[in-house]
């Protein structure tokens, strides 16, 4: 997709992974974030609308930080014109 080689699922990833960047409805989170737990991500971030708080607290009892319900492209945005 856009010239970026993709794979199925979060455990096929090859290399390590720092951010599992969640776009998909909030049923699927919990099982997305036992995948990142297990694959050694450090992140987890859970896009506008995706809203899991079991997934979430589990998440960070395994040490990964978590963003919850906002935009990575938006933050970034907002991050670069504060500077």
């Known amino acids: 997709m856009l010239g970026e080689k993709c794979y199925p699922d979060v455990e096929s990833v ?3 992974i720092d951010i599992v960047d969640i776009f998909r409805r909030s ?3 919990p099982e997305i974030v036992e995948a990142a737990i297990r694959k050694g991500a450090k992140v ?3 896009q506008e609308g ?3 708080e079991e997934a979430a607290r589990r998440a960070r009892e395994a040490g990964l930080e978590v963003v919850m319900d906002r935009c990575i492209l ?3 945005r907002r991050l670069r014109q504060a500077r």
């Open 14 to 16: 090859p290399e390590p």
């Open 74 to 76: 938006k933050d970034h």
């Open 50 to 52: 995706v809203i899991h």
């Open 27 to 29: 049923e699927f989170v």
């Open 44 to 46: 987890v971030w859970m």
